[in-house]
């Protein structure tokens, strides 16, 4: 079975500065997508960067880029120029790719001191 | 505006009783999901359903129950028989057989057992 693993339950940054949350995952497939997302305190879940599996060069979207290393099952998002606005949980995800499940792991929580 | 609404926003329940959380889309998307949402857990899927009258349970379907009788809608009955319904509850939509992998979630539902 896959599984999702964030072991940083908090992580903490100071504004401007850089912050790097981990992801590893557990799968015998090898076409799937992973995704972050955030969850800040209103509760919805927004999507923030997906990196398909089969593409080597890493996702970026502005401020958030990942580090895909496929053959160490690794995942992490890097956050740059951290804003107040980032403070949030965030969530790794798994999907295989044609099929409909997405599986998350347990959430890290991120703050940002001014 | 397409999305995903959820409703209501905050519900409380006496044991004993079902309570039926709503969830309808907008954005024309097959598959619909169902994540509950406890601290330290991340999400975990009660079930989701790739097409209407039909639906498949998740990892924690025990005690829950749901329809697909419209696209638009997929509605999740918390029964009697969930032994600790409190919890976050998250609606999510997709389009099947996906391009892009990711789901589109709603606001999400409080459900307090008193």
């Known amino acids: 079975a896959q599984t999702v693993t964030q072991s940083q339950p908090e992580m903490s940054v100071q504004e401007a500065e850089t912050v790097t949350l981990s992801c590893t995952y557990d799968?015998?497939?090898?076409?799937?997508?992973l995704f972050w997302y955030k969850q800040p305190p209103s509760r919805q879940m927004i999507l923030v960067i997906r990196?398909?599996?089969?593409?080597?060069q890493n996702a970026t979207e502005n401020r958030f880029s990942v580090n895909f290393q496929k053959a160490a099952k690794s995942f992490s998002l890097k956050i740059s120029d951290s804003q107040l606005g980032d403070a949030a949980m965030y969530f790794c995800?798994?999907?295989?790719?044609?099929?409909?499940?997405?599986?998350f792991g347990t959430g890290t929580r991120l703050q940002v001191f001014p | 505006d397409g999305g995903i609404t959820q409703s209501p926003k905050y519900l409380f329940r006496k044991e004993g009783q079902n309570v039926t959380l709503s969830c309808e889309q907008n954005?024309?998307?097959?598959?619909m999901y169902w994540y509950r949402q406890d601290p330290g857990q991340g999400l975990r899927l009660i079930y989701y359903?790739?097409?209407?009258?039909?639906?498949q349970k998740g990892d924690i379907a025990e005690g829950y129950s749901v329809s697909r009788e419209k696209k638009e809608s997929f509605p999740l009955t918390v029964t009697s028989a969930q032994k600790n319904p409190t919890a976050f509850y998250l609606c999510?939509?997709?389009?099947?057989?996906?391009?892009?992998?990711?789901?589109?979630f709603g606001e999400g539902s409080r459900l307090t057992v008193l």
């Open positions: 359903s790739q097409i209407v009258n039909d639906f």
């Open positions: 799968t015998s497939e090898s076409d799937y997508y």
């Open positions: 954005l024309n998307h097959d598959a």
């Open positions: 995800a798994y999907r295989r790719r044609n099929t409909d499940k997405l599986i």
């Open positions: 990196q398909e599996a089969y593409k080597q």
């Open positions: 999510a939509s997709s389009i099947t057989g996906t391009y892009t992998g990711e789901l589109f």
